[in-house]
């Protein structure tokens, strides 16, 4: 078994595919596709998809266009279940096959795959996890801005609201919003009004900036920009009720940030650079 970051070399073991031949034993590749646009994808994600005998996607999220090309089998898990996926993966990884399991964004942001690694291990299958752009990160760059100020926010909170998955009491928005940094909220577009009033509750101010990201990096991306005091009428007008990011913070301003970052100021010294007398 492996985590992600480890390099390894697997050796080979028999095929049950011919007398006397033997192939080698892939792990099952976990991959981020990135947020929408195909050429999000890292390098590596990318390479595995080319070298894939199986992939097994999420369909609702992962753009068709990002398999075009392929020579594996391609299985589209957006209507299956747990049992369903896995049946898939480990009788790919028992024949030989070199699998991979491909996640929109980033796996480990509401990727479920706890869930899939735990049944790897229990089968003795090993596995390895590839990183993708997340969606979160996407939005930042959409919205061009940085998600850490001096002074402003040097705190980055992705969450979501309670929903039909339930959140841990001690993370609920009111709790979370007390702290003012810079949150990204997932999954909870169609609770717009809700998360506004939990926000408002928890301590942001009713002019705090806010923008709603939907479908980051796809070729229809809309972005909305307002305050909390006016994004969900605005939300509402637009239509949008799912695949959406909700930004908040002071980040976020128009304005120009309050201060410098010490990272380029002449005056702070670091190991490549004296300061400036």
């Known amino acids: 078994m492996t985590s992600a970051g480890c390099n390894f070399t697997l050796p080979p073991a028999p095929s049950h595919r011919g007398r006397g031949s033997q192939t080698r034993r ?4 976990f991959v981020g596709a990135g947020p929408g646009d195909p050429e999000l994808i890292t390098v590596k994600g990318q390479r595995l998809l080319r070298e894939a005998d199986c992939i097994v996607y999420t369909g609702s999220l992962v753009p068709e266009s990002l398999l075009a090309g ?3 089998e391609v299985h589209n898990s957006a209507g299956l279940n747990l049992d369903e996926v896995m049946a898939l993966v480990i009788n790919a990884w028992q024949q030989g096959k070199k699998v991979v399991r491909l996640h929109t964004g980033d796996p480990s942001i509401y990727g479920a795959i706890n869930e899939q690694i735990a049944r790897l291990a229990a089968a003795g299958i090993p596995f390895h996890v590839v990183p993708g752009v997340s969606s979160a990160m996407a939005t930042a760059a959409a919205l061009t801005t940085e998600l850490t100020l001096p002074e402003v926010s040097q705190t980055v909170i992705i969450t979501r ?14 709790s979370l919003a007390s702290h003012r940094a810079t949150m990204l909220i997932l999954l909870s577009i169609g609770m717009i009004e809700q998360v506004v009033a939990e926000l408002r509750s928890g301590g942001y101010p009713q002019d705090t ?3 709603v990201v939907e479908k980051v990096s796809w070729p229809e991306e809309r972005i909305i920009r307002g305050t909390l005091g006016t994004i969900a009428g605005q939300v509402k007008e637009a239509g949008i009720t799912k695949t959406a990011i909700i930004a908040v913070g002071e980040v976020l301003a128009s304005s120009p940030p309050p201060a410098l970052s010490k990272l380029y100021d002449q005056h702070f010294g670091h190991g490549f650079r004296d300061a400036a007398q």
Request: proline share 17%; glycine share 4%; net charge positive.
């Open 26 to 29: 892939f792990p099952v590749f």
């Open 70 to 72: 392929v020579s594996a």
């Open 161 to 174: 609201r309670a929903g039909r998955t339930p959140v841990p009491e001690k993370e609920n928005l009111s």
């Open 209 to 211: 900036p806010v923008a």
